[in-house]
């Protein structure tokens, strides 16, 4: 089962109210007799107000001007994708890493991030006053909301760095209105703070219905844990422990419960609709035709090739290129054709004679039911979820951050390696065949191969300082490396995005990131 949010009211400060498809439908009203002050006075707005949260979630598949979508502003710069299409220049500046702050994908994952955090605000600032309410049911609906603004905020601060840090509803009145740039110390704080409430708010290990559990908030805190001990901040071999801790409790409690949290045994379950919010998915960003749909699918397709039944459907802004699909071990089950995460042949218009499409695409999105298959023709209708946290890449935090912790692999560090590389079909040295650094990059190369196209690996590079060279199947330093899909080289101001340009000019207390 899976939750879809439908918007039913619109506040001030894009403060949007919507409800759950596992809830009861508010009745609508018209939004200009309400205000956030007068709305949070029963359960029901408490829920409704969180479900709004949920729903801001989904600007990251939203379009950014013609045949592109936001989520490519931490794609297209790794590297390892190519576009078909050049029609978008804003799209084309981030393939080329000449984007500066008027690029409309860095304004929209501004603009979409501050809209999480606002409503998170919202509902953390009036929901502690809702009475009567279960109080259980209001710790949960509060610790959705830590998760959440802690979900936007860290995006934010790997974005963009210092950023301004708001933790209260805005009016045009508020002391902070024009607020300026926090040390990123201190958004981290906030992070932590935010997970571990949410950590500590009853939630239930899994949530089928698409909502935060308790498997999501520890996975992000394990992941901040992990980013906080690289760069910038260089926290180190604590953090590293920490990290390594957090993951450990996730996959403690999946080896108990196998049937909750694990892999899932094949590939074409990552983008099977049937199968979501379930096992391997523990958090998505969630869609579905006639709520949402805008998942930029499309763009994942060839550029107008019949791969589909819509016929000759798709845009190819975001393609893998061959020299990535190339880096992956020979038998490695991900690179083969229409079982891992890549397609070179489809059936025609979804479901007819196989043809060859003369290059690789991504199957790792590729929405069968929706698109059709050998003879099963599609239905149409787009309600594939975008995949946001796995337990793929819970296992390989452990396994990176405990090396890391502790000066060289355990055993159970080295199992989760096997678990990722043994569902690709790949033999695995034994452990004492390697060493810290050894191991430490095996686990990356798996974190390339296996977390690909699903805006991760980007902040691997920063806080890494290391990027993947898939000619070598080495790394390189950051600055200097030459993206293969570009021929361009990053340089040391890519380690952060621009402030919106458009944020500065109306916020004079906003000073750009040094370079743009």
Request: with cysteine; glycine share 6%.
């Given at each position: 089962?899976?939750?879809?949010?439908?918007?039913?009211?619109?506040?001030?400060?894009?403060?949007?109210?919507?409800?759950?498809?596992?809830?009861?439908?508010?009745?609508?009203?018209?939004?200009?007799?309400?205000?956030?002050?007068?709305?949070?006075?029963?359960?029901?707005?408490?829920?409704?107000?969180?479900?709004?949260?949920?729903?801001?979630?989904?600007?990251?598949?939203?379009?950014?001007?013609?045949?592109?979508?936001?989520?490519?502003?931490?794609?297209?710069?790794?590297?390892?994708?190519?576009?078909?299409?050049?029609?978008?220049?804003?799209?084309?500046?981030?393939?080329?890493?000449?984007?500066?702050?008027?690029?409309l994908h860095v304004t929209n994952w501004w603009i979409g991030l501050y809209h999480v955090i606002a409503n998170a605000n919202l509902v953390l600032a009036k929901v502690p006053g809702i009475n009567p309410m279960d109080p259980v049911e209001k710790k949960k609906v509060l610790g959705q909301a830590h998760f959440l603004r802690a979900w936007a905020y860290f995006y934010a601060v790997r974005i963009w760095g210092d950023i301004p840090l708001i933790t209260q509803p805005q009016t045009a009145s508020s002391p902070d209105f024009l607020p300026t740039r926090?040390?990123?110390?201190?958004?981290?704080?906030?992070?932590?703070?935010?997970?571990?409430?949410?950590?500590?708010?009853?939630?239930?290990?899994?949530?089928?219905?698409?909502?935060?559990?308790?498997?999501?908030?520890?996975?992000?805190?394990?992941?901040?844990?992990?980013?906080?001990?690289?760069?910038?901040?260089n926290k180190g071999a604590g953090y590293y422990k920490l990290a390594a801790e957090k993951a450990l409790e996730i996959i403690t409690y999946a080896n108990a419960n196998p049937g909750q949290i694990g892999l899932f045994p094949s590939y074409g379950d990552l983008h099977d609709v049937h199968k979501e919010n379930v096992l391997e998915q523990l958090f998505e960003i969630q869609y579905q035709d006639g709520i949402d749909a805008n998942s930029g699918l499309i763009n994942l397709l060839p550029n107008f090739k019949p791969v589909t039944v819509y016929g000759l459907y798709g845009t190819g802004t975001t393609v893998p290129t061959q020299d990535f699909?190339?880096?992956?071990?020979?038998?490695?089950?991900?690179?083969?054709?229409?079982?891992?995460?890549?397609?070179?042949?489809?059936?025609?218009?979804?479901s007819g004679p196989l043809f060859s499409l003369g290059a690789p695409y991504l199957f790792k999105y590729f929405d069968v039911t929706s698109y059709g298959t050998q003879n099963v023709p599609g239905i149409g209708k787009e309600n594939l979820n975008m995949m946001n946290i796995r337990y793929a890449e819970v296992l390989l935090t452990y396994a990176e951050a405990q090396d890391q912790a502790d000066g060289a692999p355990n055993a159970d560090a080295y199992n989760a390696l096997l678990q990722i590389r043994g569902r690709a079909q790949l033999s695995t040295p034994p452990l004492g065949s390697f060493s810290q650094q050894t191991f430490l990059e095996a686990v990356w190369r798996e974190r390339w191969h296996e977390l690909c196209y699903e805006d991760i690996l980007w902040f691997d590079m920063v806080r890494l300082r290391k990027v993947y060279n898939e000619m070598t199947n080495g790394f390189d330093d950051f600055v200097g490396h030459v993206n293969r899909s570009s021929s361009q080289t990053l340089q040391q101001k890519h380690l952060l995005f621009p402030i919106p340009q458009s944020e500065i000019y109306s916020n004079p207390n906003l000073k750009q990131n040094t370079g743009y």
């Open positions: 089962m899976k939750t879809k949010y439908i918007i039913v009211l619109v506040y001030v400060t894009a403060v949007c109210m919507c409800t759950s498809g596992c809830k009861k439908f508010l009745k609508e009203v018209d939004p200009s007799n309400l205000a956030p002050a007068t709305y949070f006075t029963t359960p029901d707005q408490a829920e409704a107000g969180l479900a709004a949260i949920y729903a801001d979630t989904r600007f990251i598949a939203h379009g950014a001007a013609i045949f592109s979508f936001n989520w490519q502003l931490l794609d297209a710069t790794t590297g390892i994708s190519r576009t078909e299409s050049t029609e978008n220049t804003n799209l084309s500046n981030l393939y080329t890493l000449t984007y500066d702050g008027n690029n926090t040390p990123q110390d201190q958004v981290y704080n906030l992070i932590v703070s935010d997970l571990q409430a949410a950590d500590s708010s009853g939630l239930a290990w899994t949530d089928a219905s698409g909502h935060a559990s308790l498997a999501a908030v520890k996975a992000e805190l394990a992941k901040v844990y992990l980013t906080m001990a690289g760069q910038p901040l699909v190339n880096s992956y071990e020979p038998g490695d089950l991900r690179a083969v054709d229409r079982q891992g995460f890549f397609y070179s042949n489809y059936y025609t218009n979804g």
